[in-house]
């Protein structure tokens, strides 16, 4: 393959040799290396270094006390609980999006299910506190996105959760454990010391991480702000020659977010949410629903479905060159492409988890049609998932035309899902770790939410 710039970093890490350093190099590392232990020896006995040592201690003790999905009497301490769900939750890339774009509640449930189980039996939280401290967790991560006219598109360069995510853990953690005005300034100034990473990672296994990381550092930058660590205090501001939040966005236009009143309108009232009914990338639900119209058009047309009577499939997309995989080869990928999830609803008449097992990629049939797709990109269809649309034309070999087209998919805020079809995902997709009587329990309490004494016992 031809090198890159990050394949010849590599080269030299592992290629370098000690007899490769020179008299010269040896004398100043030597000197540098001397000095930084003397700064560390003195910097131990700072109040920002005890502050971090007893939070590292708590953090790897022995008292695990929060749960982990799917693993019924298994527990962490609570910031590697959080961490854990948080990837779990993004790990098929089947949790809610939101618009501007990003994955709301993965970056900020975790965290809270992991609190509520850390706090005494004194301070539990009760279902409405939980409540409000999860709305806290959107609301602090939609504003932050509408500073910026570049987050309304689909990214180039950071995956939103990474960056948004982490304040709105960190925003909700606080709310959570009631920290003081100050203390919340510090959270957020803190978290945004740990928040960002690059789109580069989508489509890999590194993916799910960021939601995991998101979700998990806004909690300790919670916790550090309990402890008295202090950060920046106009971290959101925008200060000419110092970037603070503005370093993640372009044209970025900070505006307060107003003391509530009585009654706080939150953005969750204006923009809904969407639900995902397959587990991939939410750009993929515009061609799929698509690809599944032009499909019935197809079997009307020919009596069933036969993709040797397709000369060439047309998708016409947004550009977003990460979410443009001709030829994916992981289920991660998969996840990630137009060709692929476009050209699986016409070959099966659906998308599922079973869709992107590594039998249903490879499979010959599928990579035959892969090979006939054609990509436009219309100017008018932009990289946005408020405007955006998904058009799959099929070219016959008898010269006819037939096309599909979708501008809201079904479970898009636009188009939500039912109450019906929301239970129905929630059922089959907690099927495959508890019993039936469980997940009506937990249905149970979700819609009761406001009501619960104490939250932990979610």
């Known amino acids: 393959p031809e090198e890159t710039v990050t394949s010849s ?28 232990i003397g700064v560390g020896l003195v910097g131990s006995r700072t109040h920002v270094f005890n502050i971090a040592l007893q939070y590292c201690r708590e953090l790897y003790s022995s008292a695990a006390v929060s749960s982990v999905y799917g693993k019924p009497g298994v527990k962490l301490s609570p910031t590697l609980a959080a961490f854990t769900n948080g990837v779990a939750t993004h790990s098929m890339d089947f949790d809610d999006t939101w618009h501007p774009a990003t994955h709301p509640s993965g970056a900020v449930l975790p965290a809270l299910l992991a609190a509520s189980q850390m706090l ?117 501001d925008s200060i000419p020659g110092c970037s603070g939040f503005s370093a993640f966005y372009s044209a970025y236009e900070p505006k307060p977010l107003a003391v509530p009143s009585d009654h706080h309108e939150f953005l969750l009232e204006k923009q809904d949410i969407a639900f995902k009914r397959f587990p991939a990338h939410l750009g993929m639900h515009w061609v799929v629903d698509a ?44 996840r990630h492409s137009f060709q692929f999830n476009a050209c699986t609803a016409l070959l099966d008449g659906e998308v599922n988890l079973s869709s992107f097992t590594e039998n249903s990629i490879h499979r010959q049939e599928l990579r035959e049609l892969l090979d006939k797709v054609v ?54 997709n907690a099927s495959y770790v508890l019993s039936d009587e469980k997940i009506e329990a937990i249905i149970a309490t979700v819609d009761n939410l406001e009501n619960l004494s104490d939250s932990s016992q979610l």
Not at 292 to 312: D, M
């Open 375 to 428: 990509v436009e990109h219309p100017e008018d269809n932009v990289a946005n998932f408020d405007k955006m649309y998904g058009e799959v034309a099929l070219l016959l070999h008898s010269g006819d035309v037939l096309t599909g087209k979708c501008d809201t998919f079904y479970g898009h805020w636009r188009n939500p899902l039912s109450r019906e079809s929301l239970l129905k995902k929630f059922r089959s």
């Open 9 to 36: 970093f590599a080269s030299f890490i592992h290629g370098v040799q000690p007899k490769q350093l020179s008299k010269a190099v040896c004398h100043r590392s030597k000197r540098m290396i001397l000095d930084s």
């Open 120 to 236: 005494p039996p004194s301070t539990k939280p009760n279902g409405l506190d939980f409540l409000l401290a999860f709305n806290v967790g959107l609301e602090v991560q939609g504003r932050l996105m509408h500073f910026s006219s570049e987050a309304h598109n689909i990214p180039k360069r950071f995956h939103p959760p990474s960056v948004v995510g982490t304040m709105g853990s960190a925003a909700a953690t606080a709310k959570l454990l009631s920290l003081s005005t100050a203390q919340c300034t510090h959270a957020l100034g803190i978290a945004a010391s740990f928040a960002g990473a690059p789109m580069a990672n989508a489509a890999t296994q590194a993916k799910p991480l960021h939601m995991g990381n998101a979700t998990r550092l806004g909690f300790e930058a919670a916790l550090l702000a309990a402890r008295g660590m202090e950060a920046n205090p106009s971290i959101l």
């Open 291 to 334: 690809a599944l119209s032009v499909r019935n058009l197809f079997i009307n047309y020919a009596g069933s479905f036969s993709s040797s009577l397709i000369r060439t499939v047309v998708l016409k997309v947004p550009v977003s060159k990460y979410i443009n995989r001709p030829s994916p080869s992981s289920e991660h990928e998969a």
